[in-house]
């Protein structure tokens, strides 16, 4: 690259000359490139310990004139290749010109203009718009690229210097973290250390302590164990490398998530040596803290934080602590964590003021809501620019919201009258159901608990009235010493009142302030009314499962015995699996939506339900259960900190997996009664995951003895589903449920009542020291053994299901997929325009979730194939995937992938035969490289007439795609008059007879694919020249090429002239045929009909679009010659297949001889030409015998003469050692030697 020019007064120190000339010196780096001895090895090391490997390239070019003893860098280069480019550049641009100057300040002044000059015409064109990244920190990155071979769009996140432990020695080098991978570099006295790992491939990532590595990071993989200690700042280094392992964990999880998530905010004001990336990355951080902190949006972008006081009206105390402010909410948290907690949505705001500093109060600031309340900050450190901020947004804000003041409509929620309720929720009667069976039924405006339960009188309930009374009484009170709604203070208080319970009356009102869904409710008015609108009459796999699991939500409750509650459910769930398709619907949603139901009407269950599935729980609810599998692992890792004893035992009898999952998935809905279940949902709308653990922790303890004795795992679920079954709420006013979880009794009394509030303060009393921050930290680490586990799983299932006749070893097979599977998420991360990164489906079957486009397939072919063609190669990597990518999507999935390497790998010499013989057929052969599309269509055209309709077969790959859409297109419409009721019942996929007639498709396709060699059609006189070529290029780096050469001249020269012998050998039964024909059907002379023929095809095959558009064309050669195919008496007019018998027809059916190129006879030096016969101008000059043709067994006879042709093609080759030099990767090479250094650069 060039340099801004820059003095050096040393010039020799450290560096080697190797050309000069009157203006400019080239140098070497001592220490880089062959030989350099100990000097070399000692500048190498201090190269990379003191960091001038990240600004000083191996090679450099500096500007000299004769007198003057100063010189000036002005190029610098990492391999010769790039520094020899810009010496030539010097030489043959400016040379001649310096010598026409006299002074030598005049020759510098130049030099120096011309150096900016390119540099800033460099950056012009280089330079991506925004980019702040400082120079030191490009350079690094550029050192990055250079040094592990990275692509242009990997991009350096940051580095560190660090000691990477190999054995017990640590190395000190440089660590260097990239959106998708953790390099690491080192050059100690001689010895090179050089690693790359893909954040997709770690396993485990911890930061620890001990007596062999102080303070280290530890990187696992499923190969190897990485040690990394000596950090400047090791926390930084840890929290950057757990957020990029966290986004290639999403990656693996859900591609579009991941996809949408690449391109974050960036920061306003750039930070020294601190890359964009790091700076988004620590944004993003930084926002989903702020949102997970007070439940907000998910799209809330958080402004900017200060340190501040705020005044509390209900203690009269300033409460130090930091607020927040962000696009839509100003947030307040004190600094001790149970002490207060403010949220203030703009939306709300009425004034912001700037009070009267004093000594007392400096610097007030004071904020007043349309619910009269008035919020008072102090101690701010930048006031005006605050005020500044929030009016900002404020301008922003809509002026008119609907849905009114957080506190107006908390107040509806408790009034039972159906006029109270606002507008938005009025309007959702109006939609009707989404299936057509349900129109016209009532819509829920208020909860359904209201509705069934009526509005008895708290008296007639006795003693469990007057409870409730009091709750609702001293939540009043709260209200009115903390204020009601959104912008309530949130207080130990408050969570005290909490765990007493929620009155019924006030629950589903708290439920939207303590979740966020209030929030998300007020911001998207009518958007639940849209949603139901558009999901309505909308068939998915989805809608199928929730119109399965409707009846099962609650069977028990009244409200769920009736069409009104049942459409409800319908409504919300479906509603939700529209707006999030990636998850949909998975069981247990029913169970808790049909709760959120009770307490709210259909709108606020339905953003109970967002805020639930999309940020109190994540990825709860996906097709894997990610999320539950998580905090199963966290559950476990609590148990064996809190209860050792009983975690051993656990393990054992594997209670923890099969317990977890039901309790977590549902919130304990499905285990406990409704009454008490539904308290636990209270605490966890207020308190998040961390309550849900602390009661399971408690369940385990309380039973902790009998679990001890239990001596298997249906014990161990009989004693903890009887303790769940007697758990109660005695201050419950709602009539009693019938719990439908199996009461289990084994004969002994049943166990004793647990009241809930009891067993939740234990589980507060035991088990509070659980933080929010230690539950998120160990949320990362078990993400990392559960996604990988899961891969290994997806790993072991493909592996399955792949046919035992592939040849490979489970092994081999296993390493196969890693290698396909890395290769495709290259195409995420470095290609997202690319078809295989676009149309990954997660919820695809595990066989065909991975896909790879023809450029990666040919990478692949390239280093794995056993068949190197040199220059060749590429080609017949595209004739492969076109041979193996059946559906024409321009994708193979693995299966199709080993089908193809296993074809060239496994078998005996005629399996590898065959293989190499389709290669040279249509589909794999394509129009641009042989116009033999007809061949292919006439023989499929003629055996289709006896067979059954084609099927997804072997033989399939020789049919054009054109010819089977034609096909399939003139069965649909015989099938559509007949048959409507049919297209049905297949749409449903439940039809018996569909079912009966997929399995009779299933049984002939197994049958067909028992393919011999005499169905392999026959091979034109080009595509015998293509399969020439190809193995001309196949020996050319063999140790036998001589032999190889000489067997394969023998072989095809003895093939043409068999060649040649058919043509004349067909002509004679033409002859009979004409006899006895009539005279009208006698053929026109030899030269005319190759004029139609051409016409015929000169379109189709000249042209792209009039080929893809040549249906009609195919059509009709294939009725001709079907007659042939059955009759043989020659009654195609026109057509040149008459000339064949019926017995060879039969034999035969293949052979075809009606190629549009003009006869000729074949060159033996055409076969080394590579232009020979491409193209469509070569073709039209007459090198080519339309007529000739050979088969298949005739092939292998020949082959079969050569002893060394036959070696060759039964060699075993190891693919295990090909797959290892590929996993190695392109990236990981060595930059010891110049020659290695410009090979991969160039």
Known sequence: MWLAPEEVLVANALWVTERANPFFVLQRRRGHGQGGGLTGLLVGTLDVVLDSSARVAPYRILHQTQDSQIYWTVASGSSRKEITKHWEWLENNLLQTLSVFDSEEDITTFVKGKIHGIIAEENKNLQPLGDEDPGKFKEAELKMRKQFGMPEGEKLVNYYSCSYWKGRVPRQGWLYLTVNHLCFYSFLLGKEVSLVVQWVDVTRLEKNATLLFPESIHVDTRDQELFFSMFLNIGETFKLMEQLANLAMRQLLDSERFLEDRAPPRSAQPLRNISALKRDLDARAKNESYRATFRLPGDERLDGHTTCTLWTPFSKLHIPGQMFISTNYICFASKEEDACHLIIPLREVTIVEKADSCSVLPSPLSISTKSKMTFLFANLKDRDFLVQRISDFLQKTPSKQVGGSGSGRNSSIGDPAP?????????????????????????????????????????????????????????????????????????????????????????????????????????????????????????????????????????????????????????????????????????????????????????????????????????????????????????????????PQLSEKMQDLGVIASISLSWFLTLFLSVMPFESAVVIVDCFFYEGIKVVLQVALAILDANMEQLLSCSDEGEAMTVLGRYLDNVVNKQSVSPPIPHLHALLTSGDDPPAEVDIFDLLKMSYEKFSSLRAYDIEQMRFKQRLKVIQSLEDTAKRSVVRAIPGDIGFSIEELEDLYMVFKAKHLTSQYWGSGRPSAVRRDPSLPYLEQYRIDASQFQELFTRLAPWACGAHTPVLAGRMFRLLDRNKDSLITFKEFVTGMSGMYHGDLTDKLKVLYKLHLPPALSSEEAESALEATHYFTEDSSSEASPLASDLDLFLPWEAQEALRQEEREGAANENIQEKRGEEKGNSPPECRHYLQMWAKEKEVQKETIKDLPKMNQEQFIELCKTLYNMFSEDPKEQDLYHAIATVASLLLRIGEVGKRFLGQPGRKLRDTAPGEDEPPAPGPPQDPAREIQSPAMGDPQARAGGDTQLGNVPQESQVVGQGGSGEGQGSPSQRLSDDETKDDMSMSSYSVVSTGSLQCEDLADDTVLVGGEARSGGTVDADWSISFEQILASILTESVLVNFFEERVDIGLKIKDQRKVERQFSTSSDYEQSGVSG
């Open 419 to 643: 006029e109270a309720l606002p507008a938005p929720q009025e309007a959702l009667g109006q939609p009707a159901s989404p299936t057509s069976h349900q129109q016209g039924a009532p819509t829920a405006s208020q909860g359904l608990l209201k509705l069934f339960q009526g509005n008895m009188p708290m008296e007639d309930l006795g003693a469990k009235g007057a409870k409730e009374k009091m709750k609702e009484e001293l939540w009043h009170i709260h209200f009115f010493e903390y204020g009601r709604g959104v912008c309530m203070y949130r207080t130990a208080r408050t969570r005290a009142l909490v765990l007493k319970g929620i009155p019924e009356s006030l629950r589903g009102e708290l439920w939207l302030l303590f979740s966020g869904a209030w929030n998300e409710m007020v911001s998207h008015p009518g958007y639940y009314a849209e949603l139901v609108e558009k999901s309505m009459g909308k068939y998915s796999l989805a809608t199928e499962e929730i119109e399965r699991d409707l009846h099962r939500s609650m069977p028990e409750h009244p409200a769920f015995q009736n069409e009104l509650g049942i459409a409800a459910l319908r409504r919300v769930l479906t509603a939700y699996a529209f707006r999030n398709p990636t998850i949909g619907y998975c069981q247990a949603m029913n169970i808790v939506t049909s709760v959120l139901l009770l307490y709210g009407s259909e709108e606020e269950a339905f953003w109970l339900l967002v805020a639930l599935c999309e940020r109190m729980l994540p990825d709860y609810y996906n097709n894997r259960v990610v999320g539950a599998l998580v905090d199963q692992g966290i559950f476990e890792e609590l148990t064996r900190d809190f209860l």
